[in-house]
């Protein structure tokens, strides 16, 4: 009795589990095999000649051509399907959301289509990211005031 | 070999970061759209509590390549700009930094819906 029901919680705990280990083994794989190759641009960029902050630069707009072009020739998608968060969480996945969304609503008009639903994902990103940055800019800038005693 | 060295934290971190994410949805029903904000907002934390600087430098593009180092690059930009212009950088440090990134998804995206008309479905 008790082995039957040990037996049927662990089919339930495995079953899903190989599917999570295969998904995060291959997010895992694809994450850092694009992080390595943002790396291996960055030394390019810099064996030109570029300084660090527009070498970092010209790495985050390179991979974002990159995931836009793939979204555009039909291929991401299909990395996707195996990669998952490995070409999300990279600035390729943001690329992707971009491009996917104006591809996709280009049908809709330039204005109410492309304009709108571009920032379907990137919206977010961008708001999020940007509010985040104003309590840190508030909470710094008190600091600061306070590093210099003139809050008080 | 040195380039192996270089590269491996790099591949090991950045994997570690994709790894996480897909764990958050395999197993809960986080959206991608949620993941990709969730990231943002940790690179601006972990730039305001100045833990992304020394990961910056151990793990280099495995941090600033996720999403993380897009929030970084606001975090940043907004505490220069602070330190430059005062007050106003409050406003204006985040886009300032982050502009590249944005307006080239946007610039890329624009161009690619108008020069390519096969449909891609989002993820």
């Known amino acids: 009795m008790m082995e039957t029901s040990y037996k049927k919680k662990l089919i339930k705990k495995h079953t899903p589990h190989s599917r999570v280990l295969r998904d995060c083994t291959l997010a895992f794989l694809f994450g850092g095999a694009i992080c390595t190759l943002g790396e291996l ?84 990103v961008i708001l999020y990211g940007i509010l985040s940055g104003v309590l840190y800019g508030i909470i710094y800038y008190v600091y600061t005031l306070i590093q210099r005693g003139s809050f008080f | ?61 495995g941090i600033s390549v996720p999403l993380t180092g897009f929030g970084a690059a606001i975090g940043k930009g907004v505490r220069s700009a602070v330190d430059e212009k005062g007050a106003i950088g409050i406003l204006t440090g985040g886009l300032s930094a982050s502009s590249s990134g944005i307006t080239a998804a946007l610039l890329l995206g624009f161009i690619f819906a108008i020069l390519f008309k096969t449909r891609s479905k989002r993820m």
């Open chain 2, 1 to 61: 070999m040195d380039i192996i060295y270089t590269l491996l934290p790099v591949f090991v971190f950045g994997g570690l970061i994709s790894f996480i994410a897909q764990l958050f949805i395999d197993l809960t029903a986080v959206t991608p759209a949620r993941i990709l904000v969730f990231t943002v907002c940790l690179g601006v934390l972990l730039y305001a509590i100045g833990v992304y600087e020394p990961l910056y430098n151990m793990f280099g593009a």
């Open chain 1, 41 to 124: 641009l960055y030394m390019l960029y810099s064996y030109i000649g570029f300084d660090s902050e527009k070498s970092g630069m010209l790495v985050t707009v390179s991979l974002i051509f990159l995931g836009a072009l793939v979204t555009a020739l039909g291929f991401f998608d299909n990395i996707a399907r195996y990669s998952g968060a490995g070409t999300l969480v990279p600035v390729t996945g943001f690329a992707n959301a971009v491009t996917s969304e104006a591809m996709d609503s280009r049908s809709e008009g330039l204005v109410t289509g492309i304009g709108v639903k571009i920032f379907n994902v990137a919206g977010p």
